[in-house]
């Protein structure tokens, strides 16, 4: 059995001639052909507006006998409007989800363009059209913005999106990279290994081949490789800059490879930079005008929403009272925002004890919970004094769900069982989450349970949009209220 295995076509030189023309490099790599997808999108977007804006001067011109005046100037404003509107993939997410996200993202994106040809009319002193004519506008923005998605989607389904890699290191930390991309990248495929000590490898221990030649034979590499992967210690340094100037005239991208034992950190598949080009093990909080728009809906909403409850809340607190003594709401230390405590607003669902000592979760048929407390905890109902907690910053209407210290599943705390626990606290805690309106909700009894949680509360975080918030509002709304878990 030889050492390394040789590269295709890597023997004769016609051999290797024939190889690289039969397999040609790609135009377009796995993260262009992303970005070429959204660039797409943005297109057909604004090939829409420009259609419903073509629509409404015909239609005009038919009731009118004349044209449009304003139109190619309106035009200008729904094209530009269009084509800077968020576009977003969500990867990961289920193919329902995925589809009303479209569909939320197309409604607000409507809406927001919509809204601007209104103000852009006003302030140019532009004569204003019928309200019928900004309907059809917003409509057809909407259903030309789904068509393009629909076609666009359809059109690059077939597309090569694996990232085609080869790793430059076959020892331990190039095997456990090969084996950690392998488990959890599956749009990575790894080519090989490209080593110079091949002597002195077994070739039989490798996930993937040893490829002949080593870095002195780059040129014999296939030519649609996406890039490679330097997965060397950190003593070699001078080997490691060394190797880097060459390749990356060579090769396109090149990656640098982190230790072994920071690479079974849970958060390094998405990493971010930090400071001076520093790895962040984790998640990024939310940027800057994500926090504002989520507080400035939370503000809102949850003024409306209290305003609207405020009847039903006071005759639930008289009932909470009639049924058993002790205070209308329950209050209680939960984790919020950067692990810091806050007291939490509930209505009291269980018999009023003045002295209580450790935290259980309450069970089904739970002795302490009162009838009122019953029908107020199926229905959620014991949840919107937290409004108030929205209002003083407290809290998020959307988040991860907020829990007391102590809190077990099964017989570990929560930050035990999930060493990353901590991860959720990039965000405000909310009234309802990603969780709850995908089925995890009520108590946690196991620690499967948690860590169930923990995946959508960090998917949340990660892929955090305006759209999905609504799309998390609409589904509580509708289904997401109530249910078998809540007791």
């Known amino acids: 059995m030889s050492v390394s295995e040789t590269l295709p076509g ?123 004519y900004y309907l059809a506008l917003f409509i057809m923005l909407v259903l030309f913005a789904q068509m393009a998605g629909l076609y666009v989607s359809r059109y690059t389904r077939s597309w090569d ?110 990493p971010h930079s930090g400071p001076g080009n520093m790895l962040l093990l984790g998640m990024n909080p939310l940027p800057i005008e994500g926090r504002l728009l989520k507080r400035v809906f939370d503000i809102s909403f949850s003024a409306v929403v209290l305003l609207l409850f405020l009847p039903i809340g006071l005759v639930l607190a008289a009932l909470i009272r009639l049924e058993s003594p002790g205070p209308a709401l329950f209050t209680q230390g939960r984790y919020g925002l950067r692990n810091r405590l806050f007291q939490i607003y509930k209505f009291r669902s269980m018999r009023f004890d003045p002295t209580p000592g450790e935290i259980r979760l309450n069970q089904r048929q739970d002795a302490r919970v009162t009838r009122i407390g019953n029908f107020i905890r199926r229905t959620s109902l014991d949840e919107f004094p937290q409004f108030i ?39 405000r805690p909310g009234i309802t989450g990603w969780a709850q309106v995908n089925g995890s909700r009520g108590n946690t009894f196991t620690e499967e349970s948690l860590t169930e949680r923990f995946i959508y509360d960090v998917q949340y975080i990660q892929n955090w949009s305006p759209e999905l918030d609504l799309w998390i509002v609409i589904k509580t709304i509708f289904g997401g209220l109530g249910g078998k878990n809540a007791f």
């Open 10 to 132: 890597a023997a004769p030189d016609a051999q290797v001639q024939a190889s690289r023309a039969k397999k040609r490099a790609r135009r377009f790599d796995a993260p262009a052909l992303a970005g070429l997808e959204i660039l797409l999108t943005r297109l057909g977007r604004v090939l829409g507006g420009l259609l419903a804006i073509v629509l409404l001067n015909v239609h005009y011109w038919w009731v009118m006998d004349h044209g449009w005046a304003d139109a190619g100037t309106v035009g200008f404003v729904v094209v530009c409007a269009s084509a800077v509107m968020p576009v977003r993939v969500y990867k990961g997410f289920a193919r329902q989800d995925r589809r009303a996200l479209r569909w939320v993202s197309s409604v607000l994106n409507g809406a927001l363009v919509t809204l601007l040809v209104l103000v852009f009319m006003k302030i140019g002193q532009m004569p204003m059209l019928a309200p019928e």
């Open 161 to 270: 999106r694996k990232l085609r890699l080869v790793i430059v290191g076959a020892g331990e930390q190039g095997v456990a990279i090969a084996r950690y991309l392998t488990a959890r990248e599956p749009e990575i495929v790894v080519i090989g290994f490209i080593d110079d000590r091949s002597s002195r490898i077994d070739t039989s221990t490798l996930p993937f081949p040893l490829l002949a030649g080593g870095t002195a034979q780059l040129d014999q590499l296939p030519p649609d490789i996406d890039g490679v992967i330097i997965a060397l210690p950190n003593q070699a340094g001078d080997r490691v800059s060394s190797l880097a100037t060459r390749l990356r005239g060579q090769m396109g991208n090149v990656y640098l490879a982190p230790e072994e034992p920071v690479l079974g950190h849970p958060f390094l598949s998405r």
């Open 389 to 427: 907690n929205v209002l003083l910053g407290d809290m998020s209407v959307i988040g991860p769900r907020p829990h007391p210290p102590g809190v077990k599943a099964g017989d570990r705390t929560y930050e035990n069982v999930v060493v990353d626990f901590v991860e959720r606290y990039k965000v």
